[in-house]
């Protein structure tokens, strides 16, 4: 996983078990597009590039990470998908609304994934600014989209 360098992309190789039959449900926000579409490439680029078969990989957008545990929920509660990637980007402003955000779309997204016992990865980069957002989404520090991917692809092998 990311090393104390901080890239997102890095990775081992340890509990990668074959994907081929596997099917990846992708919920992707829709604000912050620029990033999260981003985020979205490096997750199905991952996926593809450890064995996954396009076809096997179905995508939904939400309007905004606060529904992404929604969104998750209703890709978890279809019995043949087998992992749930949420992706997201929540940016800073001047109130405490990122927090609210933030602190719910973390939990949400862990309630689905203990209730439908299935891997659902929190892909959600919580920046204090757009430069952050955009280094971490194929940026200097890697792309979270890979993380999410790799770590749902790990789980599944657990
Ligand atoms: N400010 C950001 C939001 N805000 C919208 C919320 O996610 C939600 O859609 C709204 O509160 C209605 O429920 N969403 C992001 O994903 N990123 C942001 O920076
Ligand atoms: C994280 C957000 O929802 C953000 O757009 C809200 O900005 P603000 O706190 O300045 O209203």
Redesign the pocket.
């Known amino acids: 996983m990311a090393t104390s360098l901080k890239n997102l992309s890095q990775h081992s190789d340890k509990n990668i078990s074959d994907i081929s039959k596997k099917r990846f449900g992708i919920v992707v ?1 829709e ?2 597009e620029e990033v999260t579409e981003s985020l979205y490439e490096g997750a199905l680029e991952t996926l593809l590039a450890h064995g996954a078969k396009k076809e096997n990989i179905y995508r939904k957008n939400v ?5 992404l545990s929604l969104g998750g929920q209703r890709m978890a509660e279809v019995e043949e998908i087998d992992a749930v990637i949420c992706l ?4 800073q ?1 001047e109130t405490r ?2 927090d609210f ?1 933030c602190d719910a779309v973390a939990h949400g997204i862990t309630q689905v994934g203990l209730k439908y016992n299935k891997p659902v990865i929190f892909g959600v980069l919580t920046p204090e600014n757009q430069q952050q957002a955009l280094d971490r989404a194929g940026g200097k520090h890697g792309n979270k989209g890979d993380e999410a991917a790799i770590t749902a692809v790990k789980m599944l092998g657990f």
């Open positions: 926000s604000w912050n309007p905004g990470s606060f529904e997201g980007c929540v940016i402003g609304h990122f955000i």
